[in-house]
């Protein structure tokens, strides 16, 4: 039998085709990028897509060939041969759906589908019942399984190309048309290889019968509605759910998730770039002190700046809180460092927010690629380290990341790591240093000192080990332990040297913020059997940065215990005398900044007010960092006796405080 195509529907069965390849093409992406039960859910709609799309095709197309004779459908056989279209592109997906596939894998993956479309066809071919016979020509069903092989191979291939392509380009488009031909293609060559027999009578109900327009629409609408429903799916996804996903609410910039992404699309790997971590200085006070919603309309404000600053395609990200991310795609030094300038500039403008006029700094940290790593996790390190090293250095400035702060971060986290260890081996030791009466010419009372002995670092230094502790909350149990061992050392004093003095141990603001401060010092004079006069807990006016009411409180049921308090490095922190005498605190300590240029008229001045302040308070006065006999003489010249410093003694063990102290008894005797 002869037969011929119906021009229009033959270009039908190839827009269907186009359009199933383009809305493949659109949801690659999605499979690609999601995971969990969202990436099942796209992968099944993908299949569905290109599934359906290619039955569709080729159903139309079929429908397309007008044959002088009637020609019906097995209802059953038609579902089957689209099931497994859909099923083989399933499992074609599924092989293929990663950031990174193999050639193996999109041969693999090629094999399969393209052999659910040939069963797909031949199985749709089996399904048509008309009196005679269906042939085949071998060498044109070969060609026809070798396009579909190749045909599916390609579309693969282009889906991971592609998969992070916008909804619309030109090369989208193209490859869509190119599929299409591909589909088509294979289809009308199965076709040209099938060879029609009549064995019957000859119907002339082919090509115009009433049945078969209303075939031909059902099929046609029923595409073009699955096609609608996926191209929905993936405006509401990009424009609706991924706006969600990855775009800050507050400020509408990218966030976090999208930061991710942008690494996805570049495999993992910024070869040329830089990153500049921002944080806003003092934003928490603003926050606390203006309220969220000041400080939300501040963030809008900032990143509306930061926008400004982006001339040259720098993409800008909210990471969080007030920290944001501008990703360079230059790693010129002289341009990063004309950036960062820029930035600081316009972010410490004045901000007009409601009745307030606002004034916020901030500090930047800068890592660039390839010196400083290539992966989104070692420039974001590298970034955040430099940051926290600008705000050290006084905030309002940037620092690029260099390898001493690769050494200050690597020297941190052992330190961290070594923490916990060096509290169980001992590692952790108490020294002393005497406070000396220049008045009476007689011990005053001591301040116990913690040191560190690494095993493989040696001597830490304090000002070192005490910051990691406070940032890990170490420092909690260690202070417990030194509160007992500093009581049971002057309980053992008392008993066996007849050394009566008061011992001082500094408190940090972790301990207040525990709430633990009354249990742990009650703990310790109960298991020690101390009298509490005999302890002292020297704070800092670093205090005054938390709840000051609350740490009153907790003073004041120390003063329970009958304990002490002193106010340490008094005059350089952020105390305010319109509270010192709220704190119950008993002694105010002169700092050492002052003591060592106290040749300066203007620090005698400070010393002279500190004094003063002090006796008109009912409190005593320590003075700290004393080294020369010239600084002994203007503090007793200005009213203070009670001194500390190297002049008398470095801070020593408990053994040989009790020889020092025996020296001293015996040139007091002599």
Known sequence: MQGHYNIWIVLLSFAIAVMASYS????????????????????????????????????????????????????????????????????????TARSQSSPLRYALGGLIMGCGIVAMHYTGMSAMRMPGQITYDVPLWLLSAFIALAASYAALYLFHKLRYSPDFTLW????????????CGMHYTGMAAAKFTSSGEIHHAMGSGEPQFFLLFGVTVSTFFILAVSWGAVFFDRHVLEKMAYYDQLTN?????????????????????AFLFIDLDRFKMINDTLGHDVGDMLLQQVADRLRLCATDGELIFRLGGDEFLVVARTSEIAVLEQLAHNLLNQIKQAYFIEAHELYVTCSIGISHAP?????????????????????????????????????????????EKDMRKAMVHGEFTIMYQPKWDTGSDQLSGMEALMRWQHPELGSVSPSEFIAVA?????????????????CKQNKYWQENDNIHTCISVNMSIRIFESQLLFEMVDEALRISGLPGHYLELEITESIAKSDVNDIIEQLRSIRDLAVKVSLDDFGTGYSSLGTLDEL??????????????????SKQAIISNIIAIAKNLNLEVVAEGVETQDQIDILQSRGCHVMQGFYYSKPMTARDMTAWLEQKQQAVTV
């Open 470 to 486: 406070e940032e890990t909350g170490m420092i909690i149990p260690m202070t417990r332990w030194m509160l007992q061992e500093v």
């Open 253 to 273: 910039l990218p966030n976090r998730h999208d930061l991710q992404r942008f690494f996805n699309e570049k495999n993992d790997r910024l070869e040329q770039g």
């Open 172 to 183: 989208k488009l193209i490859s869509a048309i190119v599929m299409g031909i591909a589909i």
């Open 584 to 601: 119950p605190v008993d002694t105010l300590k002169i700092d050492q900044i002052f003591i060592h240029k106290s040749a300066q008229l």
């Open 24 to 95: 493949a093409l659109n949801l690659a992406g999605k499979i690609t990028r999601s995971s969990g039960r969202t990436r099942t859910i796209w992968l099944i709609a993908g299949s569905v897509v290109m599934g359906m799309g290619v039955w569709s095709m080729h159903f139309v197309g079929m429908l397309a060939y007008h044959m002088d004779t009637t020609v019906t459908y097995d209802t059953t056989t038609t579902i089957l041969s689209s099931l497994g279209s859909i099923l083989a592109s399933f499992i074609a997906f599924r092989i």
């Open 371 to 415: 010196y400083h790593g290539v992966d989104r996790s070692s420039l974001l390190k590298a970034a955040d380290t430099a940051m926290y090293a600008a705000k050290v250095d006084g905030k309002n400035r940037f620092r690029i990341f260099d390898e001493e702060m690769s050494r200050n971060q690597i020297r941190k986290l052992v330190l």
